[in-house]
């Protein structure tokens, strides 16, 4: 009985900031074999490349780049989109490995009316397709696009589903199919891996669309998909700004507070999201050789936002506060200095501004309008 009361109280999930037990995080700034990091060169030479690995060997898994060949196919355009606010471009990106191929839809609007080529917020979308409606019968908060591109930008976004259907049985019927051998490694890429490179797929389009400003590409994801896209702003350092709302675990939440969903929990009802090696790390927290502060360090010295809600303990807004704050250490290196208080804001003070952004919005777990106008403020704030 004792040994059952062990087991079930090791896995609850905490909500209590007064029983998030003593850690100690890895440190970012010293190298695997002992040496301080105190240059941005050494950064950049020795440690990111270190720290890139070691999420890549215990988390997230390979991040193929070669493939055979990629084609961009224009399936349906309007000029006169939203009023004649926008021109729509529904664009297929075909890419090609040992004969199989995925296609990935992307869902863009461009400003009619602004500066081009324009910068771009790009969403992954984990929810219903219908939040990224081309004809935009449907309007929704989690893809606000009418509001991007009032403010001069231009919004694009593409479903995970294109790249690996989210279900466990399943995820394999798509980008799995042109890499086998991912399959079989531990360190092997699955689903969030899959994301994140379908969303370096649409930046190789946006480098070849003469309306967009590769320069200026912002990732935005939500909980599963700002895991997605915190992992490929980390690898894939053409994305200029990197926005993660609500990821909570294995996002931007620091993993060893054992505050609200843990990896045995992640793990276990989504066994098809991270590679095999991170499944030692199930009720093991502090044998992980990262946490997710240097996730967000490997995105210095590009802007990063990354919001929560206020009811949405689960992914722990304090935890992924606290991230940020360790972080600002290899932004120290760039002579770039944070503007995030000492602790965290209060609920609805959003601290929009590079190089570290955060808020917590009062509410649910969701991505809204109000988190839209924010990241566009640091968009703004920036240039
Ligand atoms: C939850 C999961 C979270 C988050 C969320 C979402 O069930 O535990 O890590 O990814 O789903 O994607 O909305």
Redesign the pocket.
């Known amino acids: 009985l004792l040994l059952l009361i062990c087991l079930t109280t090791s896995v609850a999930q905490n909500y209590d900031e007064a029983k998030v037990p003593a850690y100690v995080l890895p440190p970012l700034l010293k190298t695997t074999a002992g040496q301080e990091v105190k240059s941005k060169k050494m950064w950049e030479d020795v440690r990111r490349p270190e720290i890139l690995r070691l999420f890549e060997d215990n988390i997230y898994g390979q991040m193929p780049k070669d493939y055979d060949s990629i084609r961009y196919t224009l399936k349906n355009g309007d000029r006169a989109a939203m009023n004649g606010k926008a021109t729509l471009k529904e664009v297929a990106v075909q890419v090609y490995r040992n004969r199989k191929s995925v296609q990935i839809n992307v869902v863009m609007f461009v400003p009619n009316h602004a500066k081009k080529p324009a910068p771009v917020f790009v969403l992954i979308n984990?929810?219903g397709r219908e939040n990224t409606d081309p004809t935009r019968k449907v309007k929704s908060g989690f893809w606000p696009a009418e509001m991007v591109i009032d403010s001069g930008y231009a919004v694009a976004a593409f479903h995970v589903s294109d790249l690996a259907p989210d279900n466990k049985d399943t995820f394999i019927n798509g980008v799995l199919q042109l890499y086998p051998e991912q399959l079989e490694a531990d360190n092997g890429m699955k689903a969030i891996g899959a994301w994140a490179w379908g969303a370096s797929r649409v930046m190789d389009y946006f480098e070849n669309d003469k309306d967009i400003d590769p320069k200026n590409v912002i990732v935005v994801g939500?909980?599963?998909?700002?895991?997605a896209s915190l992992w490929a702003a980390a690898q894939d350092q053409r994305f200029a700004v990197c926005v993660t709302n609500?990821?909570?675990?294995?996002?931007a939440a620091l993993a060893r507070r054992q505050f609200g969903?843990r990896i045995t929990?992640?793990n276990t009802?989504?066994p098809h999201?991270f590679n095999n090696n991170y499944k030692k790390f199930n009720a093991n927290e502090n044998q992980l050789p990262v946490d997710q502060h240097m996730l967000i360090a490997l995105i210095a010295p590009r802007p990063l936002y990354a919001t929560n809600a206020s009811k949405d303990l689960?992914?722990d807004p304090t935890g992924t506060f606290l991230a940020l704050k360790k972080a600002e250490e290899v932004y120290a290196l760039y002579g770039m200095r944070s503007k995030l208080p000492a602790n965290p804001p209060a609920i609805n003070a959003p601290v929009p501004y590079a190089p570290l952004a955060y808020h917590n919005r009062e509410g649910e777990?969701d991505l809204t309008a109000y988190d839209w106008g924010n990241f566009i403020r640091l968009v703004r704030s920036r240039r």
Request: with cysteine; proline share 0%.
């Open positions: 984990n929810r939500h909980s599963r998909g700002g895991k609500c990821s909570g675990n294995t996002g969903e929990r992640i009802t989504f999201w689960w992914a777990h």
